[in-house]
């Protein structure tokens, strides 16, 4: 077998496939070390070239290139602000240019089949039905997460959140100097929707994944693990927190409270 039959089985296995549209979080760690075992070699760059290929020109991949400087030091950087949601998002970045969305806290870089016109808006408010989060809705695309649970990945459930006004959380607004593609330095106001620090919220999301393991909503490449990559349709997933949310289950599901 060769690297590129093993990644095609893992990402098929992990419930990943040709033209699908994704949303990937990961961590590289555990895939390496699978690799590693069965005398594979390659670098993350090798792994991004992979996945774009093998989700094809009709497919979309969509990594989280976060990073939460702005809120305190108010300076951002379309060009030079690095994504510290791991390695393969960090290539991402510098592979992708200017195909990467506004949002100066929860920027996505994007590859593939999407309009331009989604990647050039102005989403002032983080996670909420301008992100890219509702694309990939009305788009039944999917979310993945390779070697994470999902208390480290899921930011999908605040963009539900923020959908339904959830109780538990508040809109802030972060303001600060934005630099653009085109080297221009403007003065920008950026909302995310915040956990409520005076009440105490905590994000607690371990029975939510635990509830989309019972229902076997995830396929995976290791049935109720986190080691390994799994998928969930974001259709699917924005019903599961929709009905969560408005059953007032949130308490015991998507956050709790600090003692």
Known sequence: MIIKDFLTEYFKNGGVEKNDKILLHSNLSELFKITKRKGFTFRVEDLLEFIIDYLGQDGTLILPSFNFDFCTKKYYS???????MGALTEKGRLKAGENKT????????VFGKIP???IEKK???????ESIFNWLVENNGKISILNLNDQN????????????????????IFKGKYETFQDDIIDVDATIYVRDLEKGVKTDVNNMEKLLWSKNLYKSNIKNSNKGLRSI???ILKKEVETVIKSNL????????KN
């Open 233 to 235: 349709f974001s259709t």
């Open 250 to 257: 949130g308490n015991k599901m998507l956050y709790r409270i």
């Open 116 to 118: 331009k016109a989604e």
């Open 78 to 84: 379309c060009k030079n602000t690095i994504s510290k």
């Open 123 to 129: 989403n002032y408010s983080a996670l909420g039905k």
């Open 153 to 172: 990945s899921m930011t999908f459930y605040h963009h539900v959140e923020e959908l339904l006004g959830a109780s538990w959380r508040v809109k802030k």
């Open 102 to 109: 506004w949002h100066p806290v929860y920027p996505f870089t």
